[in-house]
């Protein structure tokens, strides 16, 4: 009889299109908590499993991303406070400082650190790997999206592309924690540069009659990206067909472009 994970992870909304994710350790009642844009639906959740916070995972200095940093470090003074290198001074309270290849134990389960910049120039993502069997968990803050990617704000179109390749080499079946709702929007978008692709209007019809019923698109799977995201799939002729290129960091940056103009 396999053994269950002790990781729990509880997804919470904030703001109008957040998410932030707790992490539960079920056995020690511990929690740990990944991109907490406001305190208090961490704080109700905490109170509600009677859980004490002993971790926060920042993917990067976004406000969105870090509003609750400083109230959840005044509740749980004892947290440990997670971040990129390259963020020292823009995170609220961090501690630790991560580097491509860190890792950082929560529970049973120990997280890989991505340096994955373009959204922003210090943005880390947390891979945790499955355990006995199950599915790995992919915490991508702003870089990937569930049908996109984020906008580019301090980084370059090479460095996003180099970025999501190291998040597209990870197995099908892995879990994509996505900080925002934005599913909807970007299939609206990929459709338009790929409209020959069934598995994209076969995800973009799924997805439509979901929000309809007010459910949330999160997590996705790496999988189902790899076939629907214009954003994975710079190599794709259709695609590069589409913005009139066959380099595919251009390709990429147009698509970028136009989603930006969307």
């Not at 998410?19 to 406001?38: G, K, M, T």
């Not at 355990?131 to 999206?145: A, N, R, V, Y």
């Not at 990870?170 to 909807?184: F, G, I, M, N, S």
Request: some cysteine; overall charge negative.
């Amino acid at each position: 009889m396999e053994q269950a994970q002790k990781m729990q992870v509880i997804r919470l909304e904030a703001l109008s299109d957040n998410y932030i994710f707790l992490l539960h350790d079920s056995e020690q009642n511990v929690a740990a908590v990944v991109d907490p844009a406001e305190a208090e639906p961490v704080l109700k959740k905490l109170k509600e499993l009677k859980a004490e916070l002993v971790a926060i995972f920042n993917t990067h200095h976004h406000q969105d991303h870090v509003g609750g940093n400083k109230q959840l470090i005044q509740q749980f003074p004892r947290v440990t406070v997670y971040g990129g290198e390259e963020d020292r001074g823009r995170i609220p309270g961090q501690q630790v400082f991560l580097q491509q290849g860190d890792r950082v134990p929560f529970a049973d389960r120990t997280g890989e650190v991505f340096f994955v910049p373009g959204h922003t120039r210090a943005h880390i993502a947390y891979y945790f790997a499955p355990q006995s069997g199950e599915t790995g968990d992919l915490f991508c803050g702003d870089t990937l999206f569930a049908g996109g990617c984020g906008r580019l704000f301090e980084g370059t179109p090479t460095q996003m592309v180099d970025s999501l390749s190291k998040l597209r080499s990870l197995p099908d079946d892995t879990h994509v924690w996505c900080a925002h709702e934005y599913t909807l929007k970007n299939l609206q978008f990929a459709v338009t540069v790929d409209s020959d692709n069934a598995d994209l209007h076969n995800r973009y019809d799924e997805v439509k009659a979901r929000r309809s019923r007010g459910e949330a698109t999160v997590p996705s799977l790496l999988g189902v990206e790899k076939r629907t995201n214009p954003f994975f799939r710079w190599e794709e002729p259709t695609l590069q067909l589409a913005v009139n290129s066959n380099d595919p960091v251009q390709t990429f940056a147009r698509l970028r472009g136009m989603k930006d103009k969307f």
